[in-house]
């Protein structure tokens, strides 16, 4: 056998062998059930030529195994095969009646953000539209104690994370600590509450509050930081400044 039979041979079981394929994927569609993303997405498309496919029909536009393999195995949207084939969106959109558009059960759609409630910076983690909140010193205080810090104790008493600055802002690791609520409750509520000024530092004590000493935190903070809108790049610039 010749190197040119040899290839015709295999150009020959490779055209067979994509004609198979086109006829399974037909089926797909040639049934009454609706077809599912999911069935389109565990059709074997391997030995589907979709340059064959199109080549080969007269309107390769209305098929649905075409519509199928472009929309679905190499993602294009419905503009992308709508300039393809040299037609509007709405008349592809028409034609892809038969072939599911959405939404692709095996991608998720996942994005984390900040922002803040109460002058407190929260984190947001979005998962297919479901949306968990979570304050961001809470989320340090793990990266710091570990998650078992925070757990509740066996009495049920929650764990809360306390800025030893009084500041929500400062969330540096050494300005956090976890305690638990009732502690915390006494930290933040007794009558003698104050904050001194501690290694150049403010820090939340229990003592005689002289009505007349300055505001220790605004003193060491050098500003009101309640006014801040854009707590993450302001807050870390100053927080960077008093640790250099």
């Known amino acids: ?28 569609f040639d049934t009454d059930d609706d077809v599912s ?3 389109i997405k565990d059709f074997d498309w391997s030995q589907y030529d979709v340059s064959e496919a199109i080549s080969e029909s007269d309107k390769p536009h209305t098929r649905n195994d075409i519509l199928a393999y ?30 599911p558009t959405g939404p692709d059960p ?14 407190r910076p929260k984190v947001a983690s979005v998962f297919d539209n479901d949306t968990e909140l979570v304050y961001s010193y809470r989320l340090l205080a793990v990266a710091e104690y570990g998650i078992d810090a925070l757990k509740p ?22 300005a956090i600590e976890v305690v638990d ?9 007794s009558d003698d509450t104050e904050f001194k000024i501690e290694n150049k530092e403010p820090r939340l004590r229990n003592g005689n509050a002289d009505p007349d000493d300055p505001n220790a935190v605004e003193e060491w903070w050098g500003h009101d930081w309640q006014k801040y809108d854009h707590w993450e790049d302001e807050v870390r610039s100053d927080s960077d400044a008093v640790g250099s």
Do not use: C
């Open 1 to 28: 056998m010749t190197n040119s039979d040899s290839n015709a041979d295999s150009n020959s079981q490779t055209y067979s062998t994509h004609q198979q394929a086109v006829k399974a994927a037909q089926r797909l």
């Open 37 to 39: 993303v999911m069935d």
């Open 106 to 119: 095996t991608k998720h759609n996942a994005s984390v953000g900040f922002y803040t409630t109460n002058d």
């Open 70 to 99: 472009l929309y679905w195995v190499e993602d294009h949207t419905q503009s992308a095969i709508a300039q393809r084939f040299g037609y509007t969106q709405g008349y592809i959109s028409d034609l892809m009646e038969d072939v």
């Open 153 to 174: 104790e066996e009495d049920g008493e929650n764990k809360v994370v306390h800025h030893k600055t009084g500041i929500p802002l400062d969330n540096r690791p050494e």
């Open 181 to 189: 609520k009732s502690e915390h409750n006494k930290l933040h509520n």
